[in-house]
Nanobody, 127 residues
Framework: QVQLIESGGGTVQAGGSLRLSCVAHGRTAGDSAMGWFRQAPGKEREFVAAINWGGAVTYYADSVQGRFTISRDNAKNTVYLQMNSLNPEDTAVYFC????????????????????WGQGTQVTVSS
């Protein structure tokens, strides 16, 4: 079993930046692919970004490509999401995810692909 604890959410003005962190407890995070999803009020949960077990392969949603960067530090069992040039459409609860596999691909964009979910952290971008 893997427990994921997110932090770093908050309120920021449009154009600002935030960095989310997610620490994995219960197993070595370096074995798992990890990622982020988000859910805005009244909307379905959507894929944001994913990273493979070693950190060499990343994948982003079109809506965040070029603004968000996912990275990981396996020594700390932690994955990060650096979010720049934030806009009000980025407002959502952000969820950290992990799975039992180490690789990522097109299926990484689906919620059923991921085995473990964090509780979420709120990100609010004001205009």
């Amino acid at each position: 079993q893997v427990q994921l604890i997110e932090s770093g959410g908050g309120t920021v003005q449009a154009g600002g930046s935030l960095r989310l962190s997610c620490v994995a407890h219960g197993r070595t995070a370096g074995d798992s692919a990890m990622g982020w999803f988000r859910q805005a009020p009244g909307k379905e949960r959507e894929f944001v970004a994913a990273i493979n077990w070693g950190g060499a392969v990343t994948y982003y949603a079109d809506s965040v490509q070029g603004r968000f960067t996912i990275s990981r530090d396996n020594a700390k069992n932690t994955v990060y999401l650096q979010m720049n040039s934030l806009n009000p459409e980025d407002t959502a609860v952000y969820f950290c995810v992990a799975d039992s596999l180490g690789t990522i691909g097109r299926t990484s964009t689906t919620t059923r692909r991921w085995d473990f979910w964090g509780q979420g952290t709120q990100v609010t971008v004001s205009s």
